[in-house]
């Protein structure tokens, strides 16, 4: 399905514009119109849907299972959620929304944000055809503890005190039905809710399409124009200070899981390593400025640096680890 996005970019960049497949100006634009066409696509459909949901199905029951009963298993299932869904970064952000829009809380939904950008099951095919098994399993594993781990931190730091006003009154308002019991399923009409998720997916959309123009212009730029052998000819000395160095040059890029698998057997060929090589690639893919200038939206500054600095620990601490355990690997 997501293929039309590239056959629409091939279409304008190669066949219309007559840019070259080769050239940085036609890889930069080629990723600038496949990702700008796809999360449009998927912010506008994922929006309605989960808005049509929430005034169709009883999400107050579902919130308060994974809210009060079972807080580890809801972090675990936010995170496989995200393992199995194929969204890069920045399109994680509509269901994102739509979760904190039904009460579910900021700690579960955020286990499903940090690993949803690290797994699919096309990287993970991909990355097993390239180092094997035994590094695909560590790599799923760390990706998932990811994200249980910074969801469990937020959760205890009642991170939904951080959210932006109108991301904050959504969540405060799903609550507050949630406690006095007012559910609205079975309370409206299909025409009702249509026009309820209309209303908000033009209101959330109005908000964030702008910063995907700009997130993803910025990522599009350096995509087509930072060189892979810069980052092997930098990195591959294979010093403890390479991998914090890796995740610090991952940061300005941007890419998707899958995307970014090529990258990785490009730098593995060229002796970068297989530590260094992921703690740069999951930078890149989950703590890139363009993902955090669209969650400057949904979030305060205080949540914003908070996760940051999470994911660079993490990153940093995986990256060293997989270096000491690939010889037995």
């Known amino acids: 399905m997501l293929e039309i996005f590239t056959r629409l970019a091939d279409w304008l960049v190669f066949d219309l514009a007559g840019l070259s497949a080769q050239s940085k100006w036609g890889d930069a634009l080629h990723f600038f119109v496949e990702d700008v066409s796809k999360i449009f696509a998927l912010l506008l459909l994922m929006i309605y849907i989960i808005a049509l949901l929430r005034a169709s199905l009883n999400v107050e029951r579902v919130r308060d299972y994974l809210a009060r009963k079972h807080t580890g298993l809801g972090l675990l299932l936010g995170s496989a959620f995200g393992a ?10 509509p269901v994102f929304l739509g979760f904190t829009s039904a009460g579910i809380p900021v700690g579960i939904t955020m286990a499903f944000l940090l690993t949803s950008p690290l797994i699919n099951e096309v990287a993970v095919l991909l990355l097993m055809s390239l180092l094997g098994w035994k590094f695909t399993l560590l790599y ?23 959210l932006q006003p109108f991301a904050a009154r959504a969540y405060n308002q799903a609550q507050q039905a949630g ?11 299909l025409k009702e809710r249509h026009e309820f998720a209309k209303e908000e997916m033009t209101d959330i959309f109005s908000r964030v399409w702008k910063w995907v123009i700009l997130g993803v212009g910025l990522g599009a730029g350096l995509h087509g124009f ?8 930098t990195l591959g000395q294979g010093e403890w200070w390479s991998v914090p160095a890796a995740v610090l040059a991952g940061i300005p890029l941007y890419s998707n899981a899958t995307g970014v698998i090529p990258v990785m057997e490009s730098l593995i060929t060229k002796g970068l390593p297989v530590g260094t090589t992921l703690a740069f690639c999951m930078s890149t893919v989950a703590a890139s400025f363009p993902e955090f200038i669209l969650l400057k939206q949904v979030m305060k500054i205080r949540l914003l640096a908070l996760i940051f600095i999470m994911l660079l620990v993490a990153f940093t601490l995986i990256g060293w680890v997989l270096n000491a355990l690939t010889p037995y690997l």
Do not use: Y
Not at 84 to 93: E, G, K, N, V
């Open 179 to 189: 406690h006095t019991g007012t559910a609205s399923t079975g309370s409206m009409t």
């Open 84 to 93: 199995i869904t194929p969204f890069c970064s920045c399109s994680s952000i």
């Open 140 to 162: 799923i594993v760390t990706g998932m503890a990811v994200g249980v781990a910074g969801g469990l931190a937020l959760h205890l730091l009642k991170a939904e005190r951080w």
């Open 226 to 233: 930072v060189p892979d052998q810069w980052v092997s000819d």
